[in-house]
């Protein structure tokens, strides 16, 4: 079963635009991961939030996380070419064996058109 | 510093032969973890463990077997394989103070 679900399922935009991908999971979390991969590559770690966080910034990504609605957002602004990939959200559901446990949905493909 | 690292990066099985995929990592990571990855369904969790000697089954397990006897190590058995474990296989590692993981580059396995 997958615990996040991500919305687009693929994105196609140009260099410059800003790309906005989005996440539902169902049930408590206790922090919500984003991971990056390109393609026939592994998944690269950018940015985890955690349950008691509403905003977080790293470089052009800006993440954002709603609990009461189980839901986060992933934001690329000024995208480029390099950003093609696929992102995805994870999630860290088990308090018991937090972090040990990452639930993964289906990914959001993403193209930046040069 | 190598980080991850999986082998063999393809393979092609019969049904029914058995084979271990590899995993080390030079890390010094306490937790490991496997996954594999089929089209349109993300990641899902095989196996994982949070130290030597220790590991747990995640949400696809059957079929697979794991062993953690070094910090180092962490290899994935396929005991008989099948069709349906036709996927790309990822081993993952992260350090116990951090919860973001980091991956090996894949084995793209084939059973036919």
């Known amino acids: 079963s997958q615990q996040g679900e991500e919305d687009p399922q693929a994105l196609s935009i140009q260099e410059g635009e800003n790309a906005t991908m989005n996440c539902s999971y169902k049930t408590s979390i206790n922090n919500l991961q984003w991971y990056r991969q390109n393609s026939g590559r592994g998944l690269v770690h950018l940015i985890l939030i955690r349950s008691n966080e509403r905003e977080k910034h790293s470089g052009r990504l800006r993440v954002t996380l709603d609990t009461s609605k189980k839901s986060s957002s992933l934001l690329i602004t000024a995208s480029r070419a390099a950003d093609t990939a696929s992102y995805f959200c994870a999630t860290d559901a088990i308090k018991g064996a937090a972090g040990n446990k990452l639930t993964f949905g289906g990914g959001t493909r993403v193209l930046v058109k040069p | 510093n190598a980080g991850v690292t999986q082998t063999p990066k393809f393979q092609v099985l019969k049904t029914g032969q058995s084979m271990t995929l590899q995993c080390a990592q030079d890390m010094n990571h306490e937790y490991m973890s496997w996954y594999r990855q089929d089209p349109g369904m993300g990641l899902r969790l095989i196996h994982y463990s949070v130290g030597a000697g220790i590991t747990d089954q995640g949400e696809v397990p059957n079929g697979y077997n794991v062993s953690r006897s070094t910090t180092e190590d962490f290899p994935l058995r396929l005991l008989s394989a099948a069709p349906s474990q036709t996927s790309v296989y990822f081993c993952?590692?992260?350090?116990?103070?951090?919860?973001?993981?980091?991956f090996g580059s894949g084995t793209r396995l084939t059973v036919v």
């Open positions: 993952a590692s992260r350090y116990s103070g951090s919860y973001g993981y980091t």
